[in-house]
């Protein structure tokens, strides 16, 4: 770790809370995903492909925030964005046509299925990334 990496610590204060539901969001959304891809994929594909997406991307941004460091801290950032979009996007979709899912995504609904947390927490990890760049004098 170079002293530059260690000067951005992601995982203290709000930032532990956040690696915490990140966390239990990976194991759900992987472990879902998993579940319905072997034994029930072609009942809905598109949906539980979005899943493994959504699982995909959780994983990533709990391994950036442990991590640490300015870089992993703007790849969470880029990430958080992109859910964020995806959110909005499946969400959206799911309440325009939802004749296009024959089952639900974590996404769904903008995540209603999961008490609204797939559109809360990029937010807060959106908030919580700027905040803690800002701190050390990136204003991204």
């Given at each position: 770790?170079t ?15 956040l ?7 990976s ?11 072997a034994?029930?994929?072609d009942?809905?594909p ?23 460091g300015?870089?992993a ?20 979709w ?8 024959s ?13 609204f ?12 990334l ?5 701190a050390?004098?990136d204003?991204?």
């Open positions: 770790m002293a530059t990496e260690g000067t951005t610590r992601l995982v203290k204060g709000p930032g532990m809370l690696v915490w539901l990140y966390g239990v969001m194991v759900g959304a992987v472990s879902r995903s998993i579940y319905q891809i034994t029930e994929f009942r809905a598109l949906a539980y492909s979005l899943s493994a997406v959504a699982a995909v991307v959780y994983v990533f941004i709990t391994y950036t925030l442990v991590r640490g300015e870089k801290r703007r790849a969470a950032l880029v990430c958080c964005a992109a859910e964020l979009a995806g959110v909005l996007v499946v969400g959206t799911t309440l325009v046509e939802p004749s296009a899912f089952d639900a995504t974590v996404w769904s609904d903008f995540g209603y299925g999961y008490v947390i797939p559109v809360l927490l990029p937010l807060t990890g959106i908030w919580w700027r905040r803690s760049g800002a050390q004098g204003c991204s």
